[in-house]
């Protein structure tokens, strides 16, 4: 059982930057691809990004491809989300999840944190 706790959300211009952190407990992290998800009210929960356990490859969604940065510490079991020139429509509750592989991230995930609010004003 993995538990993954975010933090790193707040209220930033759009324009600005932010750093999301999860911290994952519990488990063998190294073992697992990590992703994150970001949900609006009223839309389906969406992939953002992943990685994989030896973080040797990394996906974007074409949305945020080019402004955002994933990377993990493995020794620290953090997986970070690297948010530049965001936008107002980068809004959203951002989840952070864990998988088997990066296929399993991307799309079902096994594990799930509680979410971390971001919200970008015009």
């Known amino acids: 059982q993995v538990q993954l706790v975010e933090s790193g959300g707040g209220l930033v211009q759009a324009g600005g930057s932010l750093r999301l952190s999860c911290a994952a407990s519990?488990?063998?992290?190294?073992?697992?691809?990590m992703g994150w998800f970001r949900q609006t009210a009223g839309k389906e929960r969406e992939f953002v990004s992943a990685?994989?356990?030896?973080?040797?490859?990394?996906y974007y969604a074409d949305s945020v491809k080019g402004r955002f940065t994933i990377s993990r510490d493995n020794a620290k079991k953090m997986v970070y989300l690297q948010m530049n020139s965001l936008k107002v429509e980068d809004t959203a509750v951002y989840y952070c999840?864990?998988?088997?592989?990066?296929?399993?991230?991307?799309?079902?995930?096994?594990?799930w944190g509680q979410g971390t609010q971001v919200t970008v004003s015009s």
């Open positions: 990685i994989s356990s030896g973080a040797v490859s990394t």
């Open positions: 519990g488990g063998t992290f190294s073992i697992y691809a």
């Open positions: 999840a864990a998988g088997y592989s990066t296929t399993q991230v991307m799309t079902v995930p096994r594990y």
